[in-house]
């Protein structure tokens, strides 16, 4: 489809604004900041807010997409959700001085379409229920898992390279990178090929049944890891991992300043939620032995989503690279603190369920913040504080703004 004399308006208007926020002086700032923080040299703690609820957020209709090309929608998008968190809830988000639009590839995945059942409870809501169908149940199951196979288009890859510099000609440098990515985070992946209570049983009665699932899905993963390497399909501007910023003087020192196209100078990132109800034990065997032989390909590693790892960390800091673990409400804080290298940053996930409440307390909301600053200080720590998975704010965005206001106070405090 044809960018349309409105899409080409659209588009140069608000890459207009966004060039605007991305040229301030505190662009830089924060960027030094956060390589100073993730090079672990004294800092303050920092703060990022993310996976929002957009759905209750576009009260003004500055959200609302008008572009009618799909490739240009998607960055329109972008735009608007950058622009928005800039004015509403910047913290310590950095805006960079230029687009990034992806090449167009696409991952054939590890062989199989999800059989789900979903129930929502707002249309409009991406975060639903899931039931899934278990589709691994004998080994012949197993052998259906295939090794990802990634496909690139460089002639719609420049065409659309060439296009977006023309609609942004004089306002915004564009540049791309990346197009695709291999999703790690197996264990996710596999809950929804067999269902979580499916997976806990084969644990206990088939453990070796479960063994030749993750040989299977490590080594598709592996082979994908190898041919983006090879068609240099890897972002390595990319300057966040799950959400938290990733500037270091090694692998991203500046805006546009990356160290090439290969996973060895970007991070990587994986999670296995399900084993919190499963023993440490249990976590070594089945994800940390796998997990390692992943990690070794990326420069630096972050690990963790929702899990509890507290108990575990002297196991999930064995995997290579890693340089933040995930410390979530589930988490001890006391203990993950104590237990956490020096080296490795505590990327602390506050509760978002306070901003679902019909009351909010934001002092409870600040002790809680204050609470977690005080045990990274008191054991030496480095800890960031990255307010996430928001299902909900009662269709109030003030909510978010004032939450910023709060944790800022926090951490300008420490």
Known sequence: MALSANDITVLRELGKTYMEIASLPVQKEKMELWKAFNSNRSTRPMVVIDQLPWNELNYDGSLTCLVENPFFRSIESNLRKSIYKWRNFPVDMVVEPFITIPNVAKSSGFGFELKETTLATDMDNDIVSHSFENQLQTEEDVEKIKDIVITYDK????FWLAEAKQVFEGIIPVIQRGGVSIRLQLWDIIAELMGVEDIYF??????????????KMTNSALAGIKQINELNLVNDLQNTCHCSYI?????????????????????????????????PETTKEFEIAYMSKIAEHYGMFYYGCCERLDDRLDIIQTIPNVRKISCSPWSNRDKFAEMLNKDIIMSNKPTPSYLAQSQLDFDIVKKDLQYTCEVARKNNIAVELILKDISTVKHDPKRLTKWAEVAMQVVEGF
């Open 155 to 158: 002639q719609k890859s420049d």
């Open 202 to 215: 084969d644990l206990i009665d088939r453990p070796e049944f479960i063994h030749s699932i993750m040989e």
């Open 247 to 279: 500037y270091t003087d090694s692998l991203l020192p500046n805006f546009t300043s990356g160290k090439g196209s290969s996973t060895k100078n970007t991070w990587g990132f994986s999670m296995a939620q399900l084993f919190t109800s499963a023993s």
